[in-house]
């Protein structure tokens, strides 16, 4: 990387870790550098992308700790626009992986769930319908690409579990949380999750509960094993979230033939999902294209 473009992705760097906004000013002004020399082939696709993925993180994240929109739009504009150019099918990935974390983040921005009731929320979703099925996309395109580091699918697989269990599709969102453990076994942030997940599902009295206890006791065992884990990939508040889980002692089986998270759950990831994401047309908004 060219030593004034690494000054320049050090300043966006500098200032959105002191909380100001002129990381957004500082990274405009790159890209219009980066556009410059890639024009004069000075720089390749993959050298556009490099400093586009951490500039896109370093917004994307300074975005949700200050809630500002803006910010959003323009780290996921850039990853958006450097995706296309990277070659590197690692680097394009982590920065499908920002796009889709743009993209829930500005739906989080637009739409504070505290403040909305039932029925507002799933107007709010209806309005973010497309947003959210390109977030689930580039989510489930790197979590399932095996070539990806194992980090980053479980990451991957866990923001896309969020977004099933937000939209109330929990087996999906299961699964998901599964799957990110599975390519990360060190996801104590995937095991918290899903352990809430089952523990809502409990309380819903639904299900087989007795099962649903012993495989939500594991999780919370899981997750307080990997504590320092989980802060490195949410923070430390989480981490303290997660700490305050409660076992609940349940009486049962960990495997248990007759229960949905087997039969249906297998059946969700052998047929609804290879089915949902054809319908994403995933391969479209690799290039950059609209979901249909």
């Keep these: 990387m060219p030593r004034e473009i690494a000054s320049q992705v050090n300043a966006v ?34 050298e556009w992308a490099l400093a586009a993925f951490t500039v896109s993180s370093v917004l994307i994240n300074f975005a949700g700790y200050r809630r500002n929109k803006r910010a959003a739009k323009l780290g996921t504009d850039i990853a958006d626009r450097a995706r296309l150019l ?6 394009r990935r982590n920065l499908e992986y920002n796009a889709g974390n743009g993209r829930s983040c500005l739906h989080q921005l637009a739409h504070d769930r505290e403040g909305l009731t ?10 973010d319908r497309d947003l959210l099925k390109e977030a689930r996309a580039l989510f489930f395109g790197v979590g399932y690409d095996a070539s990806v580091a194992s980090e980053l699918r479980g990451m991957a697989l866990c923001n896309l579990a969020n977004l099933f269990d937000d939209s109330g599709r929990w ?3 299961y699964q998901a949380y599964s799957d990110a453990l599975e390519a990360d076994p060190t996801n104590g942030n ?9 523990r809502r599902r409990i309380s819903s009295g639904r299900g087989t509960l007795g099962h649903y206890a012993v495989v939500h006791d594991a999780f919370v065992r899981h997750s307080k094993a990997h504590r320092q884990r989980t802060v490195d990939l949410a923070g430390e508040q989480v981490a303290q979230n997660w700490d305050a889980v409660e ?6 089986h960990a495997e248990h033939g007759g229960d949905v998270l087997d039969e249906y759950q297998q059946w969700i990831k052998d047929t609804v999902l290879p089915w949902l994401w054809r319908l994403t047309d995933l391969e479209r908004i690799a290039r950059g294209g609209t979901p249909p």
């Design 86 to 91: 990277a070659a590197d099918t690692h680097l």
């Design 171 to 173: 087996v999906e969102a």
């Design 247 to 252: 076992l609940l002692g349940g009486h049962g």
């Design 190 to 198: 995937a095991s918290g999750n899903a352990a809430y997940l089952l």
């Design 118 to 127: 039932a029925d507002q929320y799933v107007a709010a979703r209806l309005l």
């Design 13 to 46: 760097v500098l200032a959105a870790q002191n909380g100001h906004s002129a990381c957004m000013k500082n990274a405009e002004s790159l890209v219009g550098e980066l556009d410059r020399l890639h024009e004069a082939d000075s720089i390749d696709g993959d």
